[in-house]
């Protein structure tokens, strides 16, 4: 039971554009979520993240909207720069308060053009 | 700041053999993650730990355990390995595991079972 998903395996942007790339959950239990990027051969470095109690968080050309009520968030990039290319995951967690463990979607690729 | 520090960083084992993987967290993160990323089930949480104690654990076999030290360091062990074992091991750190706080994730153990 894929509990996160990102039904795009590959997206392809042209350097300057905006890249935006998409997470679905099912689990209503998740109540903080989290983008990270992945160059082959070295692990996921967090990027950005949102809890449930807001809809929108940016960081520099990063921002994440969250549509609770769409259990959907995604990831705007912009501009968009050749060094972005890399695979995304998100990731999901629930806080229990006392540990949490993340839930991660199968990634996207995403591929910045000159 | 030093980031997640894992060794080895790749090892080549037999069916039937043990293996232990090291992971040394950020300077001051008291939780550790493991989870193993393969090319079919993607990034999958094996275990936590916080304060020596394991807080939090995937649906992984028995064969998979670890451990924490007093100092935050980790380890994981496998034992009676098999061909499907073949993964990227990751091991994530944050400050207390709870409370909205992301993790951050070493390079991983590449891992290959012949």
């Known amino acids: 039971d894929q509990q996160v998903k990102q039904n795009s395996p590959s997206l392809s942007v042209q350097e300057g554009r905006i890249s935006i790339l998409n997470c679905d959950y099912t689990n209503s239990m998740f109540d903080y979520f989290l983008w990270y990027k992945k160059y082959p051969a070295e692990g996921p470095t967090f990027l950005i993240s949102i809890s449930s109690i807001k809809d929108k968080n940016e960081d520099g050309r990063f921002t994440v909207f969250l549509n609770k009520s769409a259990k959907h968030l995604s990831l705007h990039i912009v501009p968009s720069q050749p060094g972005d290319s890399a695979v995304y995951f998100c990731a999901a967690s629930v806080n229990t308060g006392t540990a949490s463990k993340l839930t991660f979607g199968t990634g996207t690729r995403l591929q910045v053009t000159l | 700041k030093a980031g997640v520090t894992q060794t080895p960083r790749y090892l080549i084992k037999t069916r039937g053999q043990q293996v232990t993987l090291s992971c040394s967290p950020i300077?001051?993160?008291?939780?550790v993650s493991w989870y193993q990323q393969t090319p079919g089930q993607g990034l999958q949480f094996l275990f936590e730990y916080f304060s020596e104690t394991q807080r939090n654990k995937g649906n992984f076999p028995g064969r998979f355990s670890g451990r924490q030290f007093s100092n935050s360091r980790s380890e994981m062990n496998v034992s009676t390995l098999e061909l499907g074992d073949s993964a990227l091991y990751l091991c994530a750190s944050s400050l207390e595991g709870a409370g909205y706080q992301p993790q951050h994730f070493g390079d991983g153990t590449r891992l290959s079972i012949l």
């Open positions: 300077s001051g993160h008291r939780s």
